[in-house]
């Protein structure tokens, strides 16, 4: 069937009608129906050049659009509508946009960092504030004008010969200023960093030590005024002098007596006098103090190391001690003397015979005080002993480790004994482990060689150093003060 042509103008209208209502609701937001997604509000200052409908955007995608804008207690409260799928942290942001710096207003959300998420009807915070273009145009305004106003002052003084030649003058003067401070700084450079660094340097140093110097000059002057005020008493040797004339007098005579004795020395007469005019007395003092000198400084290099310890015998049940004196004059040479207060120090056989029967031999020991005198040399972390060794000849040798903290020691002595019990010759292991300079403890095993008098040992001392030993003869010292 053929449409008329009144039909066919109707159908292409009707068409159109259909395309513009379509673009209409397309462009303009209209919606049928109820609106999807979710509300969220936002306060700002100002929403200058932003409209309802206009885009909200996160990150440069568009999440959504401007519901409405109204007016609350001064400020302007935006209904923004986000679209159902784009979920927003707590704690975002709004700010308005531009595109440009005339262009289309939008809001920017900044998101959460928040667990939860926000939900209809919830209300966001302002990040930032809106410039007003309007106020800023007008500030800038007022700007330029004065601008002009200063422009116009400087093309008046400026503006002639006479002004041209002087700003010449002036820019000639800067220059050569500029030149020369240039060249002094490169000249000195090196001066002028180490005097700021020593100005730093003594900044720092007098703030730390200015309320100590202010404290001492606070007691000096306090001092002082309290010594004054005895002198105007007439109190003391000085408040005396000066207001008792006797003894001003006496001085002025003492005084002259000294400067006799001066003219004396002058002169050469009397032991003084020689001293400074006899070049061979001085000549022996000098000799006699060089001497003294080099003894002195003999000792002072003399080290002493003064000691006690002990050691419990485990299958004796005993206790033997050590007194030591270690000196050392040397870092590779030193004497060793120590007593010895041994359990087994004297062993004495009594042989009874009863009858025909067989001799009942006793043995019986005494403590004994023995003595060690010992001389050694040392080579890196080895050192070796010999002498003297409870009362018999022995050699010994130790090595140090972890800078002396631990020793090993190995002793031997006693090669012709008088005690039955004691065959072979006494041989002995020892290690000794120093903590806190003073103490120490050692552990080891004695008289191996001989069966029935092995045992081991253990025990600790403690020993003192010379500077320990002058701290305490001085403290003992004040004290019977």
């Known amino acids: 069937m053929r449409l008329s042509a009144e039909a066919r103008v109707g159908l292409v209208v009707l068409l159109g009608v259909m395309v513009l209502t379509y673009m209409t609701f397309t462009v303009g937001g209209y919606r049928f129906g109820r609106e999807t997604g979710y509300r969220l509000f936002a306060l700002f200052d100002t929403v200058a050049g932003l409209d ?25 409260k935006v209904t923004l509508r986000i679209k159902p799928e784009v979920k927003l942290r707590k704690g975002t942001q709004a700010a308005v946009r531009a595109t440009g710096l005339l262009g289309e207003k939008y809001i920017e959300l900044i998101p959460g960092k928040e667990e939860s998420y926000l939900k209809d009807g919830d209300a966001l915070t302002e990040s930032e504030k809106v410039a007003d273009l309007d106020r800023l145009i007008n500030q800038f305004s ?88 005895k002198v105007e008493k007439g109190e003391g040797t000085l408040g005396k002098l000066v207001q008792e004339e006797e003894i001003y007098n006496k001085l002025d005579s003492a005084l002259e ?28 003092i000098t ?3 060089e001497g003294l000198s080099g003894a002195v400084s ?47 120090g004297r062993v004495t056989e009594t042989v009874t015979q009863i009858g025909t029967n067989a001799p009942v ?40 480790l972890f800078d002396d ?40 095993y004695d008289n191996f060689t001989n069966k029935k008098l092995a045992t081991g040992f253990a025990g600790g001392g403690i020993r003192f150093e010379d500077d320990d030993l002058k701290y305490l003869i001085g403290s003992g010292a004040l004290r019977v003060k």
Do not use: C
Request: negative net charge; hydrophobic residues 35%; without cysteine.
């Open 52 to 76: 309802s409908k206009s885009g909200i955007k996160v990150a440069g995608v568009e999440v959504g659009k401007v519901e409405t804008i109204a007016l609350q207690d001064g400020q302007a």
């Open 142 to 229: 007022g700007v330029a004008a004065d601008i002009k106003t200063v422009s116009e002052s400087l093309r008046e003084a400026l503006g002639s010969e006479e002004g041209k030649q002087s700003l010449k003058e002036i820019v000639a003067s800067i220059r050569e200023l500029s030149r020369n401070l240039n060249g002094t700084v490169k000249d000195n450079r090196e001066n002028f960093t180490k005097a700021v660094a020593n100005i730093e340097e003594a900044s720092s140093s007098l703030k730390a030590d200015l309320p100590k110097l202010l404290e001492s000059l606070n007691r000096t002057s306090e001092k002082l005024e309290a010594i004054a005020t």
């Open 257 to 284: 007596g000294l400067n006799n004795i001066t003219k004396k020395v002058e002169k050469g007469e009397g032991t003084i006098g020689k001293l400074f005019t006899d070049d061979k007395a001085y000549d022996q």
């Open 287 to 289: 000799t006699a103090l």
């Open 298 to 344: 003999r000792i002072e290099r003399f080290k002493t190391v003064i000691g006690f310890r002990n050691e419990y015998q485990f299958d004796s049940e005993e206790n033997k001690g050590y007194f030591s004196v270690h000196l050392q004059p040397r870092e590779d040479k030193f004497y060793l003397l120590e007593l010895v207060d041994d359990p087994r």
């Open 361 to 400: 031999v006793e043995l019986k020991s005494d403590r004994r005080l023995k003595i060690n005198a010992e001389f050694g040399r040392r080579f890196s972390d080895v050192a070796l002993r010999i002498g003297l060794m409870e009362n018999t000849f022995g050699a010994g040798t130790d090595l140090y």
């Open 405 to 444: 903290a631990l020793r090993f020691s190995f002793d031997a002595w006693d090669f012709n004994s008088d005690d039955p019990l004691n065959q072979h010759v006494h041989l002995k292991g020892t290690a000794s482990l120093s903590f806190f300079k003073y103490l120490f403890i050692q552990g080891g």
